[in-house]
Structures are given as structure tokens and as C-alpha cells.
């Protein structure tokens, strides 16, 4: 079956900490994999996406993430939080239609 | 640029009151609509994609229905609303990636 398991619904870090968030997939393709944020009553907000080339892809707001496909994760990272990046972010897998989201990991800054 | 509209923001309907919410993409032809749920603490539940005017998905059974009547216009309806309806209900657009509008909140009473 496929499916998007975020082991850590909440997570809190100190501001200037590094941050890595965790995403593992399974999926019978080749994925498409992506990182969203949605601030309270927000939308989502697309931080990056893999689709082929190199592991290790850039996304904005200083955000970067690794496909790991011998371990079927795509773990978002970021060398220092800021406090604007307390939200709830969200893995998704699939293609160019339809995703599969994972539930979701609240982050919380700390001063 | 492409932008994506929902509305209404905000909406509080009564059990067994209809429902239409909609949603519009602009600076695009012929995307991918989606319809998500998301329920308090829970992820993203796909309730309709379409790929096409007149082309509607189900993903999941419900008292939901969705209509396309053009090519940038995506409409989620109800003919009588449960409780179980409430939830934060988001339109997205995709040609590659998706992008999400700003969501609407629904709670039914």
C-alpha cells in the first residue's frame, strides 16, 4: 500500500538550533516527493520537491532535503531555525497527479 | 503568475443546510483540481481530482459531490451537511507540483 508515515507529531527546537524533520514513504513507482508548510489557517506552501538527478535538493526559505531511496525517506533539514518557521509541515509522496500525505509534524521554536 | 482563490473564507452551516464552496485558478490552462479535507490534527484527506471540464475523481465515499463547469473552476457541494463535514477544506492546482489555495474553514452546527 502506499503511504507517508511522519513518526514525530510534534517537535520542538531552540531558535539558531538545526532541525531535521522525518519522512519515510512506500511506494510502488518511482516517486515524486515533496515538502509542504501551512502556518495556522493557512494554505500549504510548496519548500521543495524531488522529482529525479541529485539527492539532495534546495527549497526555499533555507530548507533542504535528502532521498535516501535504500531507506524510502525524505528528511527535511534546516542548519538554523528561525521562529517564523514554527508550522506544521507535511511529506508527500506520488506523481504528477494525485499525493499522498503524511500527517503531518508540528514544529515549535523556543526563543 | 498563477494564483489560486477560494471562497468563502470562513463558513458555519447548519446540519442539513447545502453547501458550495469554490474554487478558482488563475494564469493557467487545463490543470489538475484537487479537493482536500483536513480534519482537526489529522493530514490531508483527497476527497476529488479532475483533469478535465466535466471530469470529476471520487476518492472517497461520502455525502460530498464536486463539478468542474470550466476549465479553471473547481465547486464542492453538499445537498444536506453532516457534523462530520466540518473540517478546513483546501482547493489545489497542479500541472507539475501542486499549490494550494488559502482554504476554506467549514464548521457545521
Known amino acids: 500500500a502506499q503511504s507517508v508515515t511522519q513518526p514525530d507529531i510534534h517537535i520542538t527546537v531552540s531558535e539558531g538550533a538545526s532541525l531535521e524533520l522525518r519522512c519515510n514513504y512506500s511506494?510502488?513507482?518511482?516517486?515524486?516527493l515533496f515538502w509542504y508548510v501551512q502556518s495556522p489557517g493557512q494554505g500549504l506552501q510548496l519548500l521543495l520537491k524531488?522529482?529525479?538527478?541529485?539527492?539532495l535538493v534546495q527549497g526555499i526559505k533555507g530548507f533542504e532535503a535528502e532521498f535516501k531511496r535504500s531507506q524510502s525517506s525524505f528528511n527535511l533539514r534546516k542548519p538554523s531555525v528561525h521562529w517564523s518557521d514554527a508550522a506544521e509541515y507535511f511529506c508527500?509522496?506520488?506523481?504528477?497527479?494525485?499525493?499522498?500525505f503524511g500527517q503531518g509534524t508540528t514544529l515549535q521554536v523556543k526563543p | 503568475s498563477q494564483t489560486i482563490h477560494q471562497w468563502p473564507a470562513t463558513l458555519v452551516q447548519p446540519v442539513g443546510s447545502p453547501l458550495s464552496l469554490e474554487c478558482t485558478v488563475e494564469g493557467t490552462s487545463n490543470p489538475n483540481l484537487y479537493w482536500y479535507r483536513q480534519a482537526a490534527g489529522r493530514g490531508l484527506q483527497l476527497l476529488f481530482y479532475?483533469?478535465?471540464?466535466?471530469?470529476i475523481s471520487s476518492e472517497v465515499p461520502q455525502n460530498l459531490s464536486a463539478s468542474r463547469p470550466q476549465d479553471r473552476q473547481f465547486i464542492l457541494s453538499s445537498k444536506k451537511l453532516l457534523l462530520s463535514d466540518s473540517g478546513f477544506y483546501l482547493c489545489a492546482w497542479s500541472v507539475s507540483e501542486q499549490y494550494f489555495g488559502p482554504g476554506t474553514r467549514l464548521t457545521v452546527t
Open positions: 511506494y510502488g513507482a518511482t516517486p515524486y
Open positions: 479532475s483533469v478535465g471540464i466535466g471530469q
Open positions: 508527500a509522496v506520488g506523481n504528477t497527479g494525485k499525493l499522498i
Open positions: 524531488y522529482f529525479s538527478g541529485d539527492t
